[in-house]
């Protein structure tokens, strides 16, 4: 089970291809060959890099919905639009999808966040925006794992 973490400035070359972290690629180090594959956030304007262990378990989630429910069917046609599938090069870089870039409005600067299985990449200034918004993070926490220690409990 992968664990990533870590919060990482980084700048894209000219071809749009940003060089991994060393600090992601120990934490990816039996991922790396897999290759992964990089798609739109579906909350924010970020994108969201997906070892390929974890795409395969967010496939077989979304496999489980039954296609004959529009929104479900709806669901999949968005979610799975601009899925590309990526690799590292000999250099250790990534080369990013110029539409998917285009999405999440990243320029040469960006921020790479370690996000337990996966990795969201912000364009720098989208990732300030984010965490300028106003979030009650007590009520959110006690909204969101407050029912996990309840359930803990029983």
Known sequence: ML???????????????????????????????????????????????????????????????NRFVEKNLEFIRRFMNGATQVELDPSDRLLLPKALMDYAGIGKDIKMIGMMDRVEIWSREGHAKMQREKVDLTALAEDVMGSLGNADAQ
Do not use: H
């Open 3 to 65: 664990n990533l973490l870590g919060e990482y400035d980084l700048r894209l070359d000219a071809k749009g291809r940003l060089t991994l972290p060393a600090g992601l690629r120990k934490q990816l180090d039996g991922e790396l060959q897999k290759g992964f594959v990089i798609n739109r956030d579906v909350f924010k304007p970020c994108l969201v890099l997906y070892p390929m262990a974890e795409w395969e378990q967010t496939q077989s989630m979304m496999r489980r919905l």
